[in-house]
Nanobody, 125 residues
Framework: QLQLVESGGGLVQPGGSLRLSCAASGFSMDYYSIGWFRQAPGKEREGVSCISSRGGSINYADSVKGRFTVSRDNAKNTVYLQMNSLKPEDTAIYYC??????????????????WGQGTQVTVSS
């Protein structure tokens, strides 16, 4: 059974950093793009980043470019999201997801069909 588990969230001050992990079980990530998304209270879920199966293609939302870096370690079946220079507006629940078409790598939540449970990121002083 395909399962994704996010971890690494927490409370951090503005300007701080966090590294999120997305660990997969029940399938091999080798052939799948993985997307990162976030949802703040009262807002729609939005795409943050996506990394292709071998890491050769990466997309970022404009709001996080230059601050967030996505990477993956297929040997560990894990994808990471390094978040630097965090801002209060980055506060949200962060999710990783597998696309409905395994090579797809956009930022639209509707293109993704399997989701983790999410990890809370709070940026506040």
């Amino acid at each position: 059974q395909l399962q994704l588990v996010e971890s690494g969230g927490g409370l951090v001050q503005p300007g701080g950093s966090l590294r999120l992990s997305c660990a997969a079980s029940g399938f091999s990530m080798d052939y799948y793009s993985i997307g990162w998304f976030r949802q703040a209270p009262g807002k729609e879920r939005e795409g943050v980043s996506c990394i292709s199966s071998r890491g050769g293609s990466i997309n970022y939302a404009d709001s996080v470019k230059g601050r967030f870096t996505v990477s993956r370690d297929n040997a560990k079946n894990t994808v990471y999201l390094q978040m630097n220079s965090l801002k209060p507006e980055d506060t949200a629940i962060y999710y990783c997801a597998v696309p409905k078409l395994f090579r797809q790598c956009g930022l639209s939540p509707t293109d993704f069909g399997s989701w983790g449970q999410g990890t809370q990121v709070t940026v506040s002083s």
